[in-house]
């Protein structure tokens, strides 16, 4: 929410303040329809719905400044529920990632070689289960929120774990900052619950039988460098992943096999020396959509045919420091 939605809401919710203190007491309400002529109660009747439709509206117009696209879950465009209220000076966040379902969410910030990563994993994920029962086993512990937490590392870099809650195991890990523990301690304190959305250039279409969405993530210095990565993987084999790429670099074709891809030329290249097999193609806009993946060709040139092109990408965070 920015500053000025903000300020719009508060205006908001002070004006329904004042209509309450303003209205009148249920008392006095009921001995004034004793008093009145039997007609009375429906002019009370009308006064009452015009008070709702008065309201309702306000409400309306809170949600109106409160509620954006951005913020709506929707394939490919994650919701990140966790926030730092506070960061050293001079970091800029440059990357986001989120998923559906139990999948991690991720955001990290970097100055320099320094880097601070948030992220929240859901205890109903089988590696993250059984977090309290880690923490309560290790000696090195802290509270956050007054709940138990355990911290991990030394003066230059530490990893601080917790439970915000009985759904969620957030962690804060701080590399390449001096006195990183009590940088990580500071962050964790915070931590807010004010979302913020992943809404990248790209999104999957059909995905061939076999793979699952897993994630979407954006990522760059700015938005002159920004690019978008989807992941999708085998339910039953996780690690066998196909990653989707839209970004301004070119992903080096030479040697490549022309093949047809969203119904232009487009570049193929075998698995070879431990690397992935590929598809490339050239958007309309000039970027470059790249499919890696250990899959055969015919799959990942549908997998590049199936992906939506979002015209309006939000890559405005990219590089700018938290509020």
Known sequence: MTRSEHETETLIRESLDRLAARAPDGQAVREALARRPRRAPVRLALVAAAVVVVVAGVILGTQAFTTTSDLVPAAGRPVLSYGPGWLPDGFTEQYREGGPGSAPQVRRWFAGPAEITLSAYSTADPEWSRTALRIASLKDQVLVHGRVAMVTGDAGGALLTWLAD???????????????????????????????????????????????????????????????????ADPVRPSAIVRVTASAGSPGV???????????????????????????VRLPSGRWLTVTGARPEGELVAVADGVQLDPSPDYRWLGRATS
Request: charged share 20%; proline share 6%; net charge negative.
């Open 254 to 280: 030479n040697g490549a096999a022309p093949v047809t891809v969203r119904g232009g030329p487009g570049f193929f290249v075998a698995a070879k020396n431990g690397e992935e097999a590929m598809v490339a």
């Open 166 to 232: 009985d759904d969620h195991v957030l962690t804060v890990r701080v590399g390449g900052v001096p006195d990183a523990r009590a940088v990580a301690q500071r962050i964790a304190d915070d931590v807010t619950t004010e979302p913020v959305g992943v809404r990248g250039e790209l999104r999957f279409g059909a995905l061939p039988a076999g793979l699952a969405e897993r994630s979407a993530a954006v990522k760059g210095t700015g938005p002159g460098d920004a690019s978008t990565e989807l992941t999708a």
